[in-house]
Protein backbone atom coordinates (compact mmCIF):
# COMPACT_ATOMS: atom_id res chain seq x y z
CA UNK A 1 0.00 0.00 0.00
CA UNK A 2 0.54 3.59 -0.55
CA UNK A 3 3.55 5.51 2.16
CA UNK A 4 1.25 8.13 2.63
CA UNK A 5 4.39 10.96 3.70
CA UNK A 6 6.27 9.64 0.37
CA UNK A 7 3.43 10.32 -1.50
CA UNK A 8 2.73 14.07 -0.09
CA UNK A 9 6.39 14.54 -1.12
CA UNK A 10 6.46 13.70 -4.78
CA UNK A 11 3.03 15.73 -4.99
CA UNK A 12 4.60 18.48 -3.57
CA UNK A 13 7.01 18.39 -6.26
CA UNK A 14 4.94 18.78 -9.18
CA UNK A 15 5.87 22.09 -11.28
CA UNK A 16 2.40 21.41 -13.29
CA UNK A 17 0.04 24.18 -14.24
CA UNK A 18 -1.54 25.66 -11.04
CA UNK A 19 -5.31 24.44 -11.41
CA UNK A 20 -6.09 22.14 -8.37
CA UNK A 21 -6.34 23.78 -4.95
CA UNK A 22 -3.54 24.45 -2.15
CA UNK A 23 -2.69 22.04 0.38
CA UNK A 24 -4.18 23.75 3.12
CA UNK A 25 -7.54 23.95 1.04
CA UNK A 26 -7.84 20.24 0.13
CA UNK A 27 -10.04 19.84 3.31
CA UNK A 28 -11.60 16.36 2.18
CA UNK A 29 -14.71 14.63 3.84
CA UNK A 30 -16.39 11.10 3.32
CA UNK A 31 -19.87 10.83 4.23
CA UNK A 32 -21.57 7.65 5.11
CA UNK A 33 -24.94 6.31 4.43
CA UNK A 34 -26.58 3.07 3.35
CA UNK A 35 -24.95 1.75 0.22
CA UNK A 36 -22.78 4.53 -0.93
CA UNK A 37 -20.18 7.25 0.57
CA UNK A 38 -20.31 10.94 -0.53
CA UNK A 39 -16.91 12.93 -1.32
CA UNK A 40 -16.62 16.17 -0.75
CA UNK A 41 -13.57 18.64 -0.72
CA UNK A 42 -13.95 22.05 0.95
CA UNK A 43 -17.70 21.28 1.14
CA UNK A 44 -17.97 20.88 -2.20
CA UNK A 45 -18.66 17.36 -4.54
CA UNK A 46 -15.81 15.21 -6.00
CA UNK A 47 -17.71 11.82 -6.11
CA UNK A 48 -20.14 9.38 -4.80
CA UNK A 49 -19.14 5.38 -4.20
CA UNK A 50 -21.76 3.28 -4.85
CA UNK A 51 -21.74 -0.36 -2.95
CA UNK A 52 -25.04 -1.68 -3.21
CA UNK A 53 -27.01 -1.10 -5.76
CA UNK A 54 -29.55 -3.74 -7.14
CA UNK A 55 -29.39 -2.73 -11.24
CA UNK A 56 -25.75 -2.03 -11.29
CA UNK A 57 -24.75 -4.88 -9.38
CA UNK A 58 -20.84 -3.60 -8.93
CA UNK A 59 -19.06 -0.99 -6.93
CA UNK A 60 -18.64 2.36 -8.93
CA UNK A 61 -18.28 6.15 -8.69
CA UNK A 62 -21.18 8.36 -9.77
CA UNK A 63 -21.58 12.24 -10.55
CA UNK A 64 -17.53 12.93 -10.55
CA UNK A 65 -16.92 15.89 -10.48
CA UNK A 66 -13.21 18.48 -10.88
CA UNK A 67 -11.92 20.94 -9.03
CA UNK A 68 -14.14 23.87 -10.86
CA UNK A 69 -17.17 22.20 -9.82
CA UNK A 70 -17.99 20.57 -12.97
CA UNK A 71 -19.33 17.02 -13.28
CA UNK A 72 -17.11 15.33 -15.62
CA UNK A 73 -19.03 11.82 -15.81
CA UNK A 74 -22.44 11.12 -17.34
CA UNK A 75 -25.06 11.58 -15.17
CA UNK A 76 -26.10 7.69 -13.54
CA UNK A 77 -28.79 7.02 -14.50
CA UNK A 78 -28.50 8.80 -17.77
CA UNK A 79 -29.89 12.32 -17.90
CA UNK A 80 -32.67 12.68 -20.69
CA UNK A 81 -29.90 15.47 -22.39
CA UNK A 82 -27.42 12.94 -22.82
CA UNK A 83 -26.82 9.88 -24.56
CA UNK A 84 -28.98 7.01 -23.39
CA UNK A 85 -26.49 3.80 -24.18
CA UNK A 86 -24.98 1.49 -21.67
CA UNK A 87 -27.29 3.26 -19.03
CA UNK A 88 -26.64 0.69 -16.21
CA UNK A 89 -23.32 -0.79 -17.67
CA UNK A 90 -21.73 2.96 -17.66
CA UNK A 91 -22.33 4.08 -14.12
CA UNK A 92 -18.98 6.74 -14.47
CA UNK A 93 -16.04 5.21 -13.14
CA UNK A 94 -15.84 1.41 -12.43
CA UNK A 95 -13.89 -1.79 -12.59
CA UNK A 96 -15.05 -4.71 -13.83
CA UNK A 97 -14.46 -7.73 -16.65
CA UNK A 98 -16.28 -8.86 -19.16
CA UNK A 99 -14.44 -12.53 -18.96
CA UNK A 100 -13.22 -13.81 -15.62
CA UNK A 101 -13.07 -17.12 -15.63
CA UNK A 102 -16.15 -17.51 -17.78
CA UNK A 103 -18.21 -14.70 -15.97
CA UNK A 104 -19.33 -11.35 -16.84
CA UNK A 105 -19.55 -8.58 -14.09
CA UNK A 106 -18.78 -5.60 -17.03
CA UNK A 107 -22.30 -6.72 -18.59
CA UNK A 108 -23.51 -7.01 -15.26
CA UNK A 109 -24.24 -10.53 -15.80
CA UNK A 110 -22.17 -11.84 -12.60
CA UNK A 111 -22.50 -9.88 -9.54
CA UNK A 112 -19.51 -7.94 -7.89
CA UNK A 113 -20.89 -7.90 -3.92
CA UNK A 114 -19.55 -5.51 -1.45
CA UNK A 115 -18.19 -7.22 1.73
CA UNK A 116 -17.13 -4.38 4.18
CA UNK A 117 -14.99 -2.48 4.67
CA UNK A 118 -11.30 -2.89 5.70
CA UNK A 119 -10.87 0.50 6.74
CA UNK A 120 -13.48 3.26 7.30
CA UNK A 121 -13.51 6.50 5.36
CA UNK A 122 -10.71 8.38 6.80
CA UNK A 123 -8.39 11.27 6.53
CA UNK A 124 -4.44 10.55 7.08
CA UNK A 125 -2.27 13.50 7.06
CA UNK A 126 -2.95 15.23 3.81
CA UNK A 127 -5.39 12.73 1.79
CA UNK A 128 -8.43 10.38 2.07
CA UNK A 129 -8.86 7.20 1.77
CA UNK A 130 -10.70 3.94 2.21
CA UNK A 131 -10.90 0.04 1.89
CA UNK A 132 -13.17 -2.53 0.86
CA UNK A 133 -13.24 -6.28 0.36
CA UNK A 134 -15.40 -7.06 -2.83
CA UNK A 135 -16.59 -10.81 -3.46
CA UNK A 136 -16.74 -11.48 -7.65
CA UNK A 137 -19.19 -14.10 -7.78
CA UNK A 138 -20.34 -16.71 -10.48
CA UNK A 139 -23.11 -15.73 -12.77
CA UNK A 140 -25.75 -17.74 -10.69
CA UNK A 141 -24.33 -16.37 -7.78
CA UNK A 142 -23.56 -20.02 -6.09
CA UNK A 143 -19.66 -19.93 -6.64
CA UNK A 144 -16.91 -17.52 -5.06
CA UNK A 145 -14.67 -17.08 -7.79
CA UNK A 146 -12.13 -14.28 -6.02
CA UNK A 147 -11.64 -11.81 -3.63
CA UNK A 148 -10.73 -8.41 -4.23
CA UNK A 149 -9.13 -6.19 -1.86
CA UNK A 150 -9.51 -2.42 -2.92
CA UNK A 151 -7.96 0.45 -1.21
CA UNK A 152 -8.79 3.79 -2.84
CA UNK A 153 -6.63 7.07 -2.13
CA UNK A 154 -7.52 10.85 -2.65
CA UNK A 155 -5.27 13.53 -3.11
CA UNK A 156 -4.89 16.74 -4.83
CA UNK A 157 -2.41 17.94 -7.48
CA UNK A 158 -2.14 21.18 -8.63
CA UNK A 159 -3.46 19.61 -11.84
CA UNK A 160 -6.49 18.33 -10.30
CA UNK A 161 -8.12 15.74 -7.97
CA UNK A 162 -6.51 12.36 -7.95
CA UNK A 163 -8.22 9.23 -7.77
CA UNK A 164 -5.90 6.02 -6.90
CA UNK A 165 -6.62 2.52 -6.96
CA UNK A 166 -5.11 -0.32 -5.85
CA UNK A 167 -6.81 -3.97 -5.78
CA UNK A 168 -5.54 -7.04 -4.73
CA UNK A 169 -7.38 -10.40 -6.13
CA UNK A 170 -7.09 -13.99 -4.43
CA UNK A 171 -8.58 -16.90 -3.94
CA UNK A 172 -8.08 -19.55 -1.69
CA UNK A 173 -10.12 -22.24 -3.15
CA UNK A 174 -9.24 -22.14 -6.28
CA UNK A 175 -7.60 -21.51 -9.74
CA UNK A 176 -9.19 -18.59 -11.96
CA UNK A 177 -8.12 -16.54 -14.88
CA UNK A 178 -8.94 -13.11 -16.60
CA UNK A 179 -9.88 -13.64 -20.02
CA UNK A 180 -9.84 -12.17 -23.69
CA UNK A 181 -12.33 -9.17 -24.11
CA UNK A 182 -12.47 -5.72 -25.29
CA UNK A 183 -14.55 -5.14 -22.17
CA UNK A 184 -11.96 -5.51 -19.33
CA UNK A 185 -10.49 -3.25 -16.74
CA UNK A 186 -11.19 0.06 -15.21
CA UNK A 187 -13.68 2.19 -17.83
CA UNK A 188 -15.07 5.83 -17.72
CA UNK A 189 -18.06 7.65 -19.11
CA UNK A 190 -17.83 11.06 -20.19
CA UNK A 191 -21.07 13.46 -20.33
CA UNK A 192 -22.31 13.32 -23.47
CA UNK A 193 -20.76 17.37 -24.49
CA UNK A 194 -17.59 16.43 -24.11
CA UNK A 195 -17.78 12.98 -26.81
CA UNK A 196 -15.99 12.84 -29.35
CA UNK A 197 -18.57 11.90 -32.06
CA UNK A 198 -20.80 14.82 -32.09
CA UNK A 199 -19.44 16.93 -28.82
CA UNK A 200 -16.01 19.13 -28.53
CA UNK A 201 -14.06 15.96 -26.95
CA UNK A 202 -10.68 15.19 -27.51
CA UNK A 203 -8.71 11.80 -26.86
CA UNK A 204 -4.68 12.05 -26.40
CA UNK A 205 -2.53 9.39 -25.21
CA UNK A 206 1.23 9.06 -24.07
CA UNK A 207 2.37 7.91 -27.46
CA UNK A 208 1.18 11.47 -28.60
CA UNK A 209 -1.45 9.72 -30.85
CA UNK A 210 -5.61 11.63 -31.03
CA UNK A 211 -8.86 10.12 -31.97
CA UNK A 212 -10.59 7.23 -30.79
CA UNK A 213 -9.65 5.16 -33.89
CA UNK A 214 -5.83 6.08 -33.71
CA UNK A 215 -6.04 5.26 -29.76
CA UNK A 216 -8.13 1.73 -29.43
CA UNK A 217 -5.91 -1.13 -29.14
CA UNK A 218 -2.91 0.62 -29.08
CA UNK A 219 -0.66 0.32 -26.31
CA UNK A 220 -0.05 3.37 -23.41
CA UNK A 221 0.66 4.19 -20.54
CA UNK A 222 -2.42 6.85 -20.21
CA UNK A 223 -4.75 8.17 -21.84
CA UNK A 224 -6.88 11.58 -21.60
CA UNK A 225 -10.08 12.35 -22.69
CA UNK A 226 -11.60 16.36 -22.22
CA UNK A 227 -13.62 18.85 -23.51
CA UNK A 228 -15.02 22.03 -22.81
CA UNK A 229 -18.03 22.53 -20.70
CA UNK A 230 -18.78 26.27 -19.67
CA UNK A 231 -15.61 27.83 -21.25
CA UNK A 232 -13.77 25.27 -18.95
CA UNK A 233 -11.58 22.84 -19.90
CA UNK A 234 -12.56 19.43 -18.13
CA UNK A 235 -11.67 16.00 -18.38
CA UNK A 236 -9.96 12.45 -17.19
CA UNK A 237 -6.65 11.05 -17.27
CA UNK A 238 -6.70 7.94 -16.34
CA UNK A 239 -3.02 5.93 -15.63
CA UNK A 240 -2.22 2.31 -15.14
CA UNK A 241 0.23 1.94 -12.89
CA UNK A 242 3.56 0.94 -13.64
CA UNK A 243 3.86 -2.26 -11.83
CA UNK A 244 0.71 -4.02 -13.76
CA UNK A 245 1.45 -7.36 -14.93
CA UNK A 246 2.20 -5.97 -18.72
CA UNK A 247 1.32 -2.72 -20.62
CA UNK A 248 -2.59 -1.67 -20.89
CA UNK A 249 -4.39 -1.82 -24.27
CA UNK A 250 -6.94 0.81 -24.61
CA UNK A 251 -10.75 0.55 -25.65
CA UNK A 252 -11.80 4.25 -26.33
CA UNK A 253 -14.65 5.28 -27.82
CA UNK A 254 -16.16 8.45 -29.29
CA UNK A 255 -19.26 8.61 -27.56
CA UNK A 256 -17.45 9.57 -24.65
CA UNK A 257 -16.22 6.05 -23.35
CA UNK A 258 -12.85 5.06 -22.66
CA UNK A 259 -11.29 2.06 -20.70
CA UNK A 260 -7.59 0.89 -19.34
CA UNK A 261 -7.94 -3.58 -20.59
CA UNK A 262 -4.28 -5.34 -20.12
CA UNK A 263 -6.15 -8.32 -20.72
CA UNK A 264 -8.24 -8.54 -24.53
CA UNK A 265 -4.53 -8.86 -26.51
CA UNK A 266 -6.33 -10.47 -28.81
CA UNK A 267 -9.32 -8.89 -28.76
CA UNK A 268 -7.74 -5.41 -28.65
CA UNK A 269 -5.72 -6.71 -32.18
CA UNK A 270 -2.26 -7.17 -30.18
CA UNK A 271 -1.59 -10.77 -30.37
CA UNK A 272 -2.93 -13.82 -29.97
CA UNK A 273 -5.88 -14.93 -27.07
CA UNK A 274 -4.38 -13.57 -23.45
CA UNK A 275 -5.77 -15.84 -20.47
CA UNK A 276 -3.70 -14.48 -17.27
CA UNK A 277 -4.02 -17.19 -15.12
CA UNK A 278 -3.87 -16.51 -11.01
CA UNK A 279 -3.34 -19.86 -8.67
CA UNK A 280 -4.93 -20.83 -5.60
CA UNK A 281 -3.69 -18.48 -3.06
CA UNK A 282 -1.36 -16.47 -5.05
CA UNK A 283 -2.59 -12.50 -5.65
CA UNK A 284 -2.74 -10.33 -8.64
CA UNK A 285 -2.24 -6.76 -8.07
CA UNK A 286 -3.87 -4.29 -10.81
CA UNK A 287 -3.48 -0.43 -10.13
CA UNK A 288 -4.50 2.61 -11.64
CA UNK A 289 -4.69 6.30 -10.89
CA UNK A 290 -7.89 8.88 -12.10
CA UNK A 291 -6.85 12.70 -12.70
CA UNK A 292 -9.83 14.68 -12.71
CA UNK A 293 -8.57 18.18 -13.64
CA UNK A 294 -10.30 21.69 -15.07
CA UNK A 295 -8.46 24.66 -16.27
CA UNK A 296 -10.04 27.84 -18.52
CA UNK A 297 -10.33 27.65 -22.00
CA UNK A 298 -7.07 27.37 -24.08
CA UNK A 299 -4.80 25.95 -21.23
CA UNK A 300 -3.65 22.95 -20.74
CA UNK A 301 -1.94 20.70 -18.13
CA UNK A 302 1.13 18.77 -18.29
CA UNK A 303 -0.36 15.13 -18.68
CA UNK A 304 3.18 13.41 -18.86
CA UNK A 305 4.37 15.08 -15.98
CA UNK A 306 1.06 13.84 -13.93
CA UNK A 307 1.70 10.61 -14.88
CA UNK A 308 5.48 10.86 -13.40
CA UNK A 309 4.40 12.16 -10.06
CA UNK A 310 1.87 8.59 -10.20
CA UNK A 311 4.44 6.80 -10.69
CA UNK A 312 6.80 8.40 -7.84
CA UNK A 313 4.05 7.76 -5.63
CA UNK A 314 3.64 4.09 -6.59
CA UNK A 315 7.52 3.57 -6.82
CA UNK A 316 7.87 4.61 -3.40
CA UNK A 317 5.82 1.80 -1.94
Given at each position: MLNISRMWLALTLLTLVPLGHAKDDFKIRFAESPGK??????????????????????????HVYTPAGIQVTRSHPPDPKELQDHGPMHPGIWLAFGDLSGHDSWRLKAKIAHRGFLERPH????????????????????????????????????AGWLIITESSFKSDNNDFYFGDQEEMG?????????????????????????TADKTWGQPAAWCDYSGTIDDTVVGVTLMASPHNARESWWHNRGYGFFACNLFGRQAMQQGPPSKLLVKRGEVFHLGYAI??????????????QAFQAYRTIVNSR
Open positions: VSITVAERPLATYYYQDTITTRPYFAITEDTGRFTVQNEYLSEDEHALICTETCRYTFANLPLGIRLPSAIREDGGNGRILNSRGLTLLHSSPHGKTIDHA
